[in-house]
């Protein structure tokens, strides 16, 4: 019978795990006294290797959910910087894709990236693009849906949002930066640029980055939480004078950004 | 407690065809692999994936593996499971990894004599455990559980080791052996994992190997390793999955087909991935050597020497 909880008895006896996970993330403790080499060799070279294998293999984990952060930053820095953050936030899942949901706040803190304040947001789409990777199939909303929708119905209807779909504000031009940085071609030149908001999708197999229009990511927000049409365009209309509705409609049903359409109560 | 292996349970709506394995040489399977292998013609061999991998809820990793497992037979390795570790077992992690076994209906499914996970921390590497009568009754609890969860027995994977604990009472040959006969569970002999355990521990591989169940083995594995020296200079070998297998790994991997016969094979290569053709290269290698046993217990003589 599987014992669901540890009997203070086997404490003794159980404290391997406790005792070898001490110094796992700190290169300056002594191996566990517990561990040693064979015929009473040394274990701290020995040791190590298991340090090395966990902190690396979580930094390269890092690396290959967050390429374009990568190349911007170069591999020694950002390889310094994941280290940082390894050490302090170690996974908790052991499903590495989930891993580096806590590296952007941590990259908008790191004292060495202040002066690329637009990099956080570019791990930010870096996350966003992983979880719509990894989110569930489902057939997106035919983009001529809204036909069959009375005209006085339009602003009651509700959208259901895509598993895939995600919504990245942003001060920084970061679609820019990010489309430049995710592909082979030679680094792209970071300029200096309007602010982008970034619609991501996943339709089909293909995950796609999109720069949404002025008042775009508020009007998505609203209506991923649920809201009407009506009250999603008001909120937009709030935020920017110039939200155009029809073609920011247009362009979520066309990237695939709803399941589903239904009245709202 | 003697735990009964528990039977094989068939999926009254399979998805897939029931392909066999036995005899075959396989590859890791690797996304990058995926169009050639696709190309390839005729099909053959098989593929293993980590289960961690297909974990998520949809998506390429999905529909790739979905393409592979029409055509192949696959078997699920699971990495993380923690079995070895004194903590019980993730039961929502356990639900993911039935849930694969279910969906992919696959040929071989293993875990490793190892854990990865202690208190809320995922460590990412498999790390080791002292042999002794209780640790051997908590792995074969947790043995236990993950059988019952996916209604069929697992291959148990030898660990390669770096460190030992001065506290175990048992060999490791001792401990695996404990563990199929409470547990019912099969093994999954990682040569590779054999010689760099023996060569950092100081032991000789064909004593290991002597000393081991393989009338239990159903599933071998082949990797590559590479050198680091220990703190007295002496040789110690890291099993990294990062090249081509070791020449002497390949002769005890003779040895062990020449006592057990063609047991389904697989070449692990994780990290620095070369091309499709390199890959597929070293699993006609140990197809080879497979053949050639098979041939030999055609005419009687693979089981002779016992």
Not at chain 2, 94 to 101: E, I, P, T
Not at chain 2, 217 to 228: D, K, M, R, S
Request: hydrophobic share 45%; with cysteine; charged share 20%.
């Amino acid at each position: 019978m599987p014992q669901d909880e540890l009997q203070s008895g086997d404490l003794g006896r159980f404290d391997y795990a406790a005792a070898f996970t001490a110094g796992l993330f700190d290169p300056d403790r002594a191996p566990p006294d517990a561990v040693s080499g064979p015929n009473g060799k040394a274990a701290i070279k020995r040791y190590a290797v298991y340090r090395n294998n966990v902190t690396v293999s979580l930094i390269d984990a890092l690396a290959a959910s967050f390429p374009a952060t990568l190349r911007i930053t170069g591999p020694d820095f950002f390889r310094a910087m994941a280290r940082f953050h390894v050490r302090e936030t170690p996974p908790t899942s052991p499903l590495l894709f989930e891993y580096g949901r806590d590296f952007p706040d941590f990259i908008e803190r790191y004292e060495y990236a202040q002066s690329m304040p637009w990099l956080a947001d570019v791990a930010r789409m870096e996350r966003a693009w992983l979880d719509a990777y990894h989110a569930a199939d489902a057939e997106p909303l035919a983009s001529g849906a809204l036909a069959s929708i009375p005209p006085e119905r339009l602003a009651d209807t509700v959208f259901v949002p895509h598993p895939a779909t995600r919504a990245i504000h942003s001060h920084y031009p970061v679609v820019t930066i990010f489309a430049a940085n995710r592909s082979d071609g030679p680094v792209g030149r970071i300029e200096a640029g309007d602010p982008e908001d970034a619609l991501v999708t996943r339709p089909g197999l293909e995950v796609f980055v999109r720069h949404l229009p002025p008042g775009g990511a508020v009007f998505l927000d609203r209506l991923m939480a649920g809201e009407p049409l009506g009250a999603a365009a008001a909120a937009a209309f709030a935020e920017r004078a110039e939200f155009d509705l029809a073609v920011n409609i247009a362009g979520l049903l066309q990237a695939g950004a709803f399941t589903t359409a239904h009245q709202g109560g | 407690m003697n735990g009964l292996a528990p039977a094989f349970r068939m999926s009254k709506t399979s998805r897939f065809p029931a392909l066999p394995v036995a005899g075959l040489a396989g590859t890791s399977f690797k996304h990058e692999h995926l169009p050639a292998i696709l190309g390839d013609d005729p099909k053959g061999g098989f593929f293993e994936v980590h289960a961690e991998n297909y974990m998520g809820a949809g998506g390429p990793p999905h529909d790739a593996l979905t393409k592979i497992r029409r055509d192949y037979p696959v078997s699920l390795h699971g990495v993380c499971m923690s079995i070895g570790g004194p903590r019980p077992l993730d039961k929502v992690h356990l639900g993911r990894f039935k849930a694969l076994v279910d969906r992919y209906e696959p040929a071989l499914v293993s875990e490793h004599l190892a854990w990865s996970t202690h208190d809320t921390t995922y460590y990412n590497d498999l790390l080791p455990l002292p042999y002794t009568h209780a640790t051997v009754w908590r792995v074969a609890d947790h043995i236990d559980e993950v059988q019952e969860a996916i209604g069929r027995p697992i291959l148990l994977e030898n660990p390669s080791t770096y460190v030992l604990f001065p506290e175990s009472t048992m060999s490791e040959t001792d401990f695996i052996r404990e563990l199929v006969r409470r547990t019912g569970c099969g093994l999954l002999l990682d040569v590779n994992n054999v010689f760099v355990s023996a060569t950092n521990h100081g032991y000789s591989a064909l004593s290991y190997l002597a000393d081991f169940p393989l009338q239990h083995v159903g599933e071998i594995h082949l990797a590559g390793h590479a050198e680091q020296e220990d703190d007295e200079g002496d040789l110690l070998l890291i099993d990294s999955h990062d090249g081509p297998v070791a020449d002497a790994v390949w002769k005890l991997f003779d040895i062990v087909i020449g006592r057990c016969g063609p047991l389904p094979t697989l070449i692990e290569w994780d990290s620095a991935i070369p091309d499709w053709p390199v890959l597929k290269a070293e699993a006609a290698a140990a197809q080879a050597i497979l053949d050639h046993h098979a041939a030999d217990s055609l005419f009687g003589k693979a089981h002779a020497a016992g």
